[in-house]
């Protein structure tokens, strides 16, 4: 797969500037152009996201080309028009993996683009680290690859997660004992 065009979705946080190094470093090797997005909402005021977009472009160094762009709208579907619009080869982003209430009514930018991005997508897992005394909390990478579920679509070590492989086991017809003694 020749990458020509890698697309950084950010949201200036620590994650993400953790997967900038490492689009970065993945643009120079293949001689790829990086696009950093960021995507501000319709009711924010866009100018300190534009300095922070020309800090991160500028983190990049001068050895390498780098396209910034700033859209106002809805992150995961502005990601993926810009991945189409620009034909984009790789997506790489962070993912904060939010589970329960706080992925329910925020949603996940990041599985959203999984499921419905044009290219393939590479994601850098991280998780917050509770700070101790007055310490910034801090986030720290995993180095367990995951991906969605095919069952549910949480993220995962698994092709299947733990709770949707008991779920399977506890329905398999096997352990049925309504099933086992029609036999």
């Given at each position: 797969m020749r990458l020509n065009e890698i697309l950084l979705p950010t949201d200036f946080s620590p994650l993400s500037e953790l997967a900038g190094q490492i689009a970065r470093d993945m643009a120079k090797q293949a001689g790829a152009r990086l696009h950093v997005l960021h995507v501000v909402a319709r009711n924010a005021n866009p100018s300190q996201s534009a300095e922070d977009l020309a800090r991160v472009s500028r983190a990049m160094g001068h050895d390498l080309r780098v396209e910034t762009a700033l859209l106002t709208g809805s992150s995961a579907q502005s990601i993926l028009a810009y991945a189409r619009e620009k034909h984009i080869d790789l997506i790489e982003m962070g993912t904060h993996g939010r589970t329960g209430m706080s992925?329910?009514?925020?949603?996940?930018?990041?599985?959203?683009?999984?499921?419905?991005?044009?290219?393939?997508?590479?994601?850098?897992?991280?998780?917050?680290?509770?700070?101790?005394?007055?310490?910034?909390?801090?986030?720290?990478?995993?180095?367990?690859?995951?991906?969605?579920?095919l069952v549910c679509g949480h993220t995962s070590e698994d092709l299947v997660c733990d709770v949707c492989r008991n779920r399977i086991r506890a329905e398999a017809p096997e352990r049925r004992t309504s099933c086992s003694s029609a036999i």
């Open positions: 992925r329910e009514i925020l949603g996940s930018v990041a599985e959203t683009v999984v499921r419905l991005a044009p290219c393939p997508i590479l994601t850098v897992p991280g998780v917050v680290v509770k700070p101790i005394g007055n310490s910034p909390p801090a986030s720290v990478p995993e180095a367990v690859p995951s991906r969605p579920c």
